[in-house]
T-cell receptor, first 115, second 115 residues
Framework: GAVVSQHPSWVICKSGTSVKIECRSLDFQATTMFWYRQFPKQSLMLMATSNEGSKATYEQGVEKDKFLINHASLTLSTLTVTSAHPEDSSFYIC???????????FGPGTRLTVL | AQKVTQAQTEISVVEKEDVTLDCVYE???????LFWYKQPPSGELVFLIR??????QNEISGRYSWNFQKSTSSFNFTITASQVVDSAVYFCALRLIQGAQKLVFGQGTRLTINP
């Protein structure tokens, strides 16, 4: 099956700093990528959808100025958490679709801890 | 709007027992996909099955089976002869076939198989 990687797998940062998370599709071209957030013992909540070369579409309640998403190529999307605070600590998961509309391929996730 | 409900927050059984995880969904659309994912402690989502709304045929894959009933808007998942390795959080999800590829997840069911 298609492989999606995320980097880093975990990160610890100080409050007020920015953190960038990368999501890569390794063996296919991802026309659409999705970013999810999962708090402990909770479900996955979609944060935003990004299509290559265009601006991301954010879900209601997600601050677009805080969570910057860039999908500059067909194999790479990045999520930057700006001025991170402890409440941003979460598990961030990306997924990618090749446009077949049948399945999203999930990355392994990035665990962010903000001190 | 779409909604997925997994009423069972946690289930604990003894190894070799059969266990069924319930999933009830809501959508006004007539064309959609239903999914089940497994999330082990590592956090990575593991795809288990995709079903489209046109196909109500039940499916069996080894010890796993799925029962899709449109009349009750349910897509239940049964594990036969459970094993300790089946311990994980299981998510049911729905996505419309037309339009955005947004996945809507249920709250998840934490399954613990005790030896």
């Amino acid at each position: 099956g298609a492989v999606v990687s995320q980097h880093p797998s975990w990160v610890i940062c100080k409050s007020g700093t920015s953190v960038k998370i990368e999501c890569r599709s390794l063996d296919f071209q991802a026309t659409t990528m999705f970013w999810y957030r999962q708090f402990p013992k909770q479900s996955l909540m979609l944060m935003a959808t990004s299509n290559e070369g265009s601006k991301a579409t954010y879900e209601q309640g997600v601050e677009k100025d805080k969570f910057l998403i860039n999908h500059a190529s067909l194999t790479l999307s990045t999520l930057t958490v700006t001025s991170a605070h402890p409440e941003d600590s979460s598990f961030y998961i990306c997924s990618a679709s090749d446009g077949s509309y049948n399945e999203q391929f999930f990355g392994p996730g990035t665990r962010l801890t903000v001190l | 709007a779409q909604k997925v409900t997994q009423a069972q927050t946690e289930i604990s059984v003894v190894e070799k027992e059969d266990v069924t995880l319930d999933c009830v969904y809501e959508t006004r659309d007539t064309t959609y996909y239903l999914f089940w994912y497994k999330q082990p402690p590592s956090g990575e989502l593991v795809f288990l099955i995709r079903r489209n709304s046109f196909d109500e045929q039940n499916e069996i894959s080894g010890r796993y089976s799925w029962n899709f009933q449109k009349s009750t808007s349910s897509f239940n998942f049964t594990i036969t002869a459970s094993q300790v390795v089946d311990s994980a959080v299981y998510f049911c999800a729905l996505r419309l076939i037309q339009g955005a590829q947004k996945l809507v997840f249920g709250q998840g069911t934490r399954l613990t198989i005790n030896p």
